[in-house]
Structures are given as C-alpha cells and as structure tokens.
C-alpha cells in the first residue's frame, strides 16, 4: 500500500487523492470548477497529464460518507464525466458501494473503488514516478559512500578521521545499498514488481541488519517507510559530510 494513513474527514480524502494523483505525475486541482454541457460543476478532484502530445484526464469524486454509495451517485457522476470529456472517473468511498451502484457503473467509464483500492491501482505509478525519485535526490550521496571504493580524499585523513569514516561505513552501508537497490536505476518498469515490505521479511537474517532502525524494517506501507528512509538517509549523509568537508578539496 502507498500509506497506511486513513483520511479522518472529506477534505482529507480529497487532498489525499489529489497528492498521489500530482505525485505520480498528473497536474491536479482540488475542488476545480470547470464548465459542462449542462452548467458549470465543482469536481472533488481533476488530473490531467499529456502523453506524447495526446491528453488524458481524470475525475475523481470523494464520498467521505457512513455508509455505501447508492446508484443515484453513480448516474450523476457518470454523466459529470461524460460531459467534460474526462477520460475516467473515479467515486472514491470510505464505506463501499450499494449492488445498484455497481450495476450502474458496469460497461462506463467509472471506477468505483475505496480508499484502498485507489491507492492499489496507482501503486506502480506513484512507486516509480515518486519513490524511486525521491531515493536517487536525496540519497544519492549515501549510495556513493556504501560503495566499496574509498573516495580520493580518505588518504588524506587523520588516522583518527579514518577509523570514524569506517565506522560510519560499517553503521550505513548495508542501508545504503538497500536504498540503491530502490532507487531507480535498480529497476525497470513492467519487468520488476515492487519491492515488498516490510524489509525485514525478505532479507536474509544477518547480524548487520541491526544497523537499521527497526521501525523502517518493519515498516509496512510505502510512504512511511520512504519518509523514515529519508529522514535517516539524510542524517547518516550529515555525518559523513562533517569529515568529507575537512578534507575535500
């Protein structure tokens, strides 16, 4: 899953589903009005990205409601959609759907999902056009040091600064190489599926694991564990830095 977070109001929903949709790389507006063929309407949320010249939009409506979503809905936004031109609509419910609803929906252009679901269908998107990015900006430098060469300014340290560095190499290697292999030179699109998580479940028991936090080990959902990655990622960067900027030229 991208987040385990659960949104706790509509405009949560809203905003939530507006910032996966940018982060996978749509331009996006929350609470957009746009003109339609029957009056001017008010979409929860609008994406739209350009492909090779050929354009592709998105209407997402957020049902932040108690119970399940009945056809009425359906029939309403399907024709919102339609009239817009979008080229899929979403109806996004915290609670689920009536049978009618269902039915309504069979042979359009409508997705009927819950928060779950919408995060599963744009899980690869977001991973590769997020994650992986995010991986390669910020901790691009941590990868460089988990690498076996020493950089050309080690014999230049003090002994004393020497042994640090090791040791900062020992604590954040297997971290760095972890983050590399996540990072997106390591994968290609359609051929790799997604690492899973938590970590600690498909590594191989080894003592340097410990090395890690165990709260990004154990980390289930994308998000957190990217953000706890990162957090750490650029600490363990701030240390290596003190003694590089001693000594590099």
Known sequence: MISRNVPDSWQALQTQVGRILEECGFDVEVEKKTPAVRGAVELDVYAEETVRGRKYAIACECKYWRSRIPQNVVHGFRTVVQDIGANIGYIISMEGFQSGAVS???LTNLKLVTWQEFQDIFEESWFEEFFTKQIHQKLDGLMT??????PRWFEK???IDKSAFI??????DLFGMIMQSLGPYSRRLGRNPIPTLPLR??????PMLSTIPD??????AYREFL?????YGESALAEFRVLRDRYAE
């Open 215 to 220: 709260h990004i080990l154990d980390e289930t």
């Open 227 to 231: 953000d706890s990655s990162l957090a």
């Open 201 to 206: 479940a498909r590594l191989e028991p080894d």
């Open 104 to 106: 309504a929906s069979d």
């Open 167 to 172: 040791a900062l190499k020992d604590k954040y």
């Open 145 to 150: 040091y988990a690498e076996p060469f020493l």
């Open 157 to 159: 340290m003090s002994e």
